[in-house]
């Protein structure tokens, strides 16, 4: 019998597999074409939300030094789609998959700087700096405000640091179409891209 196939394909056409992203091809447009397609809460929400744009809106509750990290946060839903937090909870070999992926993602598009601003030496775990975990909460708790059934006492229990939920609570979601989704992911990561070309990392941080 032969061995099972860990292999998926991309947007561009490049293989990806599961099991080696680090030796795997794959592009920023296919990163950006897949967080388009995948829809937030499982697909539950009253209209498509996607995580793209979900990641631009973490992005912007950042300091610069970590926008770029917080567009990639949830990066590998693009190869292997959003599971529920309850479900990957019980899934232990999925959530080393996950992490795995995610360091592949950030060695590959962030700089040694931005790995070293997220605390510790390179390589470091950009993608879960306390800044943007923090962004992150806050605005799961914003999004299922407006797009989700009203369970206060559900949402509540989600832990969300109270100055991240200020600076957030004023956001609108769009829920933009797919391919807007995806172009407005890679606008945003050109401009923060831009931006640090010209600032220092030490003043970006700040």
Same mark, same amino acid.
């Given at each position: 019998m032969p061995e099972t196939d860990t292999r998926i394909m991309l947007a561009s056409g490049a293989l990806f597999d599961i099991l080696d992203p680090e030796g795997s091809d794959f592009t920023l447009q296919d990163i950006a074409h897949g967080l388009g397609r995948v829809c937030r809460f499982a697909g539950q929400s009253s209209r498509f939300y996607s995580v793209a744009e979900h990641c631009v809106h973490v992005s912007r509750l950042v300091p610069l030094a970590h926008a770029r990290a917080a567009l990639l946060h949830d990066a590998s839903e693009a190869f292997i789609g959003d599971v529920t937090r309850p479900l990957k909870a019980l899934l232990p070999d999925y959530?080393?998959? *996950?992490?795995?992926? *995610? /360091?592949?993602?950030?060695?590959?598009?962030l700089s040694a700087e931005e790995h070293a601003v997220a605390?510790?030496?390179? +390589? !470091?775990?950009?993608? $879960?700096?306390?800044?943007? $975990? $923090?962004?992150? @909460?806050?605005?799961? @708790?914003?999004? =299922?405000?407006? @797009?989700?059934?009203?369970? &206060?006492?559900?949402? !509540?229990?989600? &832990?969300?640091? +109270? *100055? =991240?939920? /200020?600076?957030a609570r004023d956001v609108r979601v769009d829920c933009k179409p797919p391919e807007a989704a995806t172009q407005g992911w890679l606008r945003a990561w050109h401009r923060y891209s831009h931006m640090l070309e010209q600032y220092p990392l030490q003043r970006a941080a700040a």
């Amino acid at each position: 019998m032969p061995e099972t196939d860990t292999r998926i394909m991309l947007a561009s056409g490049a293989l990806f597999d599961i099991l080696d992203p680090e030796g795997s091809d794959f592009t920023l447009q296919d990163i950006a074409h897949g967080l388009g397609r995948v829809c937030r809460f499982a697909g539950q929400s009253s209209r498509f939300y996607s995580v793209a744009e979900h990641c631009v809106h973490v992005s912007r509750l950042v300091p610069l030094a970590h926008a770029r990290a917080a567009l990639l946060h949830d990066a590998s839903e693009a190869f292997i789609g959003d599971v529920t937090r309850p479900l990957k909870a019980l899934l232990p070999d999925y959530r080393e998959i *996950e992490a795995r992926i *995610e /360091d592949a993602i950030a060695t590959r598009l962030l700089s040694a700087e931005e790995h070293a601003v997220a605390g510790g030496a390179f +390589p !470091s775990d950009p993608l $879960k700096a306390p800044a943007i $975990k $923090k962004a992150d @909460l806050a605005m799961c @708790l914003v999004e =299922a405000r407006q @797009l989700m059934p009203h369970a &206060p006492g559900y949402w !509540s229990s989600l &832990p969300v640091d +109270p *100055e =991240a939920l /200020d600076a957030a609570r004023d956001v609108r979601v769009d829920c933009k179409p797919p391919e807007a989704a995806t172009q407005g992911w890679l606008r945003a990561w050109h401009r923060y891209s831009h931006m640090l070309e010209q600032y220092p990392l030490q003043r970006a941080a700040a």
